[in-house]
């Protein structure tokens, strides 16, 4: 049965079963691989998309489930926060490996979205359940900083 998705303003129909999550549909089906898979049971935060303005977890979301809903992935972030946030990971070297960036950066602009001023209580919560392997934290959060002072300004 096909599902219509909404991903980055342009409606997609695929005919995956109703189970299949989102991840995999977004990577095998529509095509964007930004989208990494990392744990598969929601808890690194490494899929991290958007559904209608909030962050969510697309490896246990099944498609069917976002279907009717607003999808962002990390190819199609425009937001001013999300041009801040690209801007401060590569001016403060955020990136090591990068496999996680994807879902730290879509966390990262959502918070921004919802707070531009956040303290660094604000973005431990927000990015909590975002993990990388290379430990990068305090520079995510420096970039974090960056970028809200930057969308101050």
């Known amino acids: 049965m096909a599902i219509e ?23 095998e089906d529509v095509g964007l691989t930004g989208t990494k898979f990392g744990c598969g049971i929601a808890q690194c935060g490494a899929c991290t998309v958007h559904l209608d303005g909030q962050p969510m977890r697309s490896c246990i979301m099944p498609a069917s489930a976002a279907a009717g809903m607003k999808i962002t992935t990390v190819e199609g972030v425009e937001s001013p926060a999300a041009m801040a946030i690209r801007t401060a990971w590569r001016e403060l070297d955020v990136v090591q490996c990068g496999y996680c960036q994807s879902g730290q950066m879509m966390s990262a602009t959502a918070l921004l979205e919802s707070n531009t001023s956040p303290t660094d209580d604000d973005i431990d919560n927000a990015m909590r359940g975002n993990l990388c392997r290379c430990a990068t934290y305090q520079r995510i959060r420096a970039a974090i900083h960056r970028a809200a002072d930057e969308l101050e300004a």
Do not use: A, C, E, T
């Not at 998705?5 to 695929?14: A, I, T």
């Open 5 to 27: 998705l909404n991903v980055n303003g342009k409606v997609h129909s695929v005919d995956v079963p109703n189970d299949k999550p989102l991840l995999w549909v977004l990577r």
